[in-house]
C-alpha cells in the first residue's frame, strides 16, 4: 500500500470506516475543496433543474389554456345565435349552463378576458383586423370586438382580435 492510500474497512456491522494515512494537510485540503465545489455544482444543478421544470409546466399549462379558448369562443357564438323561442330555451340554458363552468375554469387557472371594446386601441393586447371610419369616436378606439383576448395571471394569452374607429 502506498502511504497516501485511503484505506476502507468494512466493520462487522456492514459500515464502512474511512481512514486516510500519511496524507499531507494540503492534499487534504484539495480534497475537501474538491468536495465542496461537486457539491455547490449539484446544488446549482438541482435549483436550474428546478427553475427549467416549472417554466416548463407554465409553457405547457399555457399551451392547454390556449387549446380551450376556442371552445369559449364556439360557446359565445351559440349563446349570441341562439334564439329565444320557447323550443330553444333548453338548448339556450344547456350553453349557458356549460359557459359558466368553462368560466369557473378559467377562474380557477387565473384567466381572465381582456376588456377592449371602447377602450383605446393597444398593440400589446389587441390585434386590429380593419379601421371603420367613425367619426363620432376618438381614433384608435375599439369599436367591436371580433374575437374575444384573455390573460393569464397578467400575461397575454391571446390578444383580442378588434375593429377600430379611424377619421
Do not use: C
Not at 466493520?11 to 484539495?30: F, K, L, V, W, Y
Amino acid at each position: 500500500m502506498m502511504p497516501d492510500d485511503i484505506q476502507i474497512n468494512a466493520s462487522a456491522s456492514g459500515e464502512r470506516d474511512m481512514t486516510i494515512d500519511n496524507q499531507s494537510p494540503d492534499d487534504m485540503a484539495a480534497w475537501k475543496e474538491r468536495y465542496l465545489r461537486l457539491l455547490a455544482d449539484l446544488e446549482n444543478t438541482k435549483k436550474r433543474l428546478t427553475r427549467t421544470s416549472a417554466l416548463e409546466v407554465e409553457a405547457q399549462k399555457e399551451a392547454l389554456l390556449r387549446d380551450v379558448l376556442p371552445v369559449a369562443d364556439g360557446l359565445d357564438l351559440a349563446l349570441r345565435h341562439t334564439s329565444q323561442d320557447e323550443d330553444s330555451r333548453n338548448i339556450l340554458q344547456g350553453i349557458e349552463m356549460n359557459r359558466g363552468l368553462l368560466e369557473k375554469f378559467f377562474v380557477k387557472y387565473d384567466v381572465a378576458e381582456i376588456d377592449a371594446l371602447g377602450q383605446p386601441f393597444d398593440p400589446n393586447l389587441h390585434e386590429s383586423i380593419g379601421m371603420v371610419p367613425y367619426p363620432s369616436v376618438a381614433p384608435n378606439t375599439v369599436l367591436r370586438v371580433e374575437q374575444k383576448g384573455y390573460l393569464h395571471s397578467g400575461k397575454l394569452l391571446r390578444p383580442a382580435q378588434v375593429l377600430i374607429a379611424s377619421r
